[in-house]
């Protein structure tokens, strides 16, 4: 046997290109964060408020750890005096609440984990119910809306909830126009507040809890007739070097000091550099990409064209995996809203023969068509499809009821409302 050798040349990034790269890729919380940690390795090193807020109103709460649902709710419970007897009974309930909000477990099967009767339990359950307001802790989704009936709902709604759940959910109203001598359009009205309450009680909560806390990496704004992008690099903690310390340090320490101290000035000054570098990237892609949609400017989403991201690497002449870190689960302040970064690229609509239409730009224009439609007389999936290939767009039947369905847009049987003509 012959063994043979030979070298293989593998690229071999530096400390400093890699720290520039692992900066790019993370969003505005996220880089405060790492700033923080840096302050707290480099004796060097602190952070100042930065200009744009004022030096009492700095804070990085909204940075902390996540806190679960549960752990709200456990809050929640213990302020609200509950006796204490009873309280762990209601935390209980609160620890096999499942993702959505629901329960579960049956009061029996709870009875005998707590070792204590069945009354007891099912009224911990009730006590919890009755604080939250808002579904959670329900046993099926009947009782979740029933949870949320109040002094101001409609009061035909409870009743039709409690008996004719599943008629009245499913718009199998005839036998309830008989059975009530009510109209459809008087139905409507009960239906239409039910469309107002939570389906998924913790999901929904978290999602706006989530969205109230996120700060956008990018703000698009309009000054004096011109739009500007802004890299949301102000909103950052300045972060300073102390300068004299660190020469004094160089002037009296000993080698060992010296050498500490050097250590952590080169760490600093790579850092510096770093960020220089994630602005100026971030600006040159984002701009890059906002020339290639001026329609989105002015009109939204559904005015995108195809855009991909080797086409932008391409004319800002850097890798597709840096644009790729570059937009990664950033978001950016529009006048249409909050959106993610990775919105504004999209591939042609394999099903459309118009090369200028995206998957987003349809979704946009399927919005636009239901908004505007007669509610008494809402569109069928095909007549989607007909009045889309009308504009040119040619897209499948199939095809606008999966882009329906990830709008959240129901189906033609659940968006049609009756009136007393």
């Excluded at 069928?380 to 199939?398: K, Y």
Aim: glycine share 4%; hydrophobic share 35%; net charge negative.
């Amino acid at each position: 046997m012959r063994l043979t050798q030979s070298q293989v040349q593998k690229p071999v990034l530096s400390q400093q290109i890699q720290q520039m790269m692992r900066l790019l890729q993370y969003t505005q919380v996220e880089l405060e964060g790492i700033l923080q940690e840096e302050v707290l390795h480099n004796p060097f090193l602190s952070l100042d408020s930065p200009p744009s807020r004022q030096s009492n109103s700095l804070s990085y709460d909204y940075i902390a750890a996540p806190v679960s649902f549960r752990d709200r709710l456990k809050q929640d419970v213990f302020e609200a005096g509950i006796d204490e007897d009873l309280r762990p009974i209601v935390n209980w309930w609160i620890d096999n609440l499942d993702e959505k909000g629901f329960i579960e477990t049956s009061v029996e099967e709870a009875a005998l984990v707590l070792r204590c009767s069945v009354e007891v339990a099912e009224h911990g359950l009730i006590v919890f119910q009755k604080l939250m307001q808002s579904g959670v802790g329900a046993r099926s989704l009947q009782e979740c809306f029933l949870l949320q009936c109040n002094e101001t709902t409609d009061p035909l709604l409870p009743t039709l909830l409690q008996n004719h759940f599943e008629l009245f959910l499913q718009k199998k109203w005839s036998q309830l126009v008989s059975l009530y001598n009510i109209s459809y359009a008087r139905l409507q009205e009960a239906f239409h507040q039910l469309t107002c309450f939570q389906w998924r009680p913790v999901t929904d909560q978290e999602k706006l809890a989530q969205l109230q806390r996120m700060t956008p990496d990018f703000e698009l704004r309009k000054e004096e007739g011109v739009w500007n992008l802004f890299v949301a690099i102000e909103d950052l903690p300045v972060l300073s070097f102390d300068q004299t310390m660190y020469e004094w340090v160089l002037t009296n320490g000993s080698p060992e000091v010296y050498k500490y101290a050097h250590k952590h000035h080169t760490a600093y000054q790579q850092l510096m550099r770093s960020l220089q570098y994630r602005q100026e990237t971030l600006q040159r892609i984002m701009r890059t990409v906002l020339q290639k949609q001026p329609r989105f400017i002015e009109e939204g989403i559904s005015a995108l064209v195809p855009l991909t991201q080797a086409e932008i690497a391409h004319e800002v002449e850097v890798h597709e995996s840096t644009v790729s870190r570059a937009i990664q689960g950033k978001t950016m302040q529009t006048p249409f809203g909050l959106i993610t970064c990775q919105m504004l690229f999209s591939a042609n609509s394999v099903t459309s023969k118009d090369s200028n239409v995206t998957n987003q730009s349809i979704k946009g224009f399927l919005k636009k068509l239901v908004a505007a439609e007669n509610k008494t007389e809402p569109y069928s999936d095909q007549t989607l499809m007909t009045m889309l290939q009308e504009q040119g767009i040619e897209v499948s039947r199939r095809t606008i009821a999966k882009y329906r369905s990830q709008l959240g847009i129901p189906s033609t049987k659940y968006r049609k409302e009756y009136t007393n003509g």
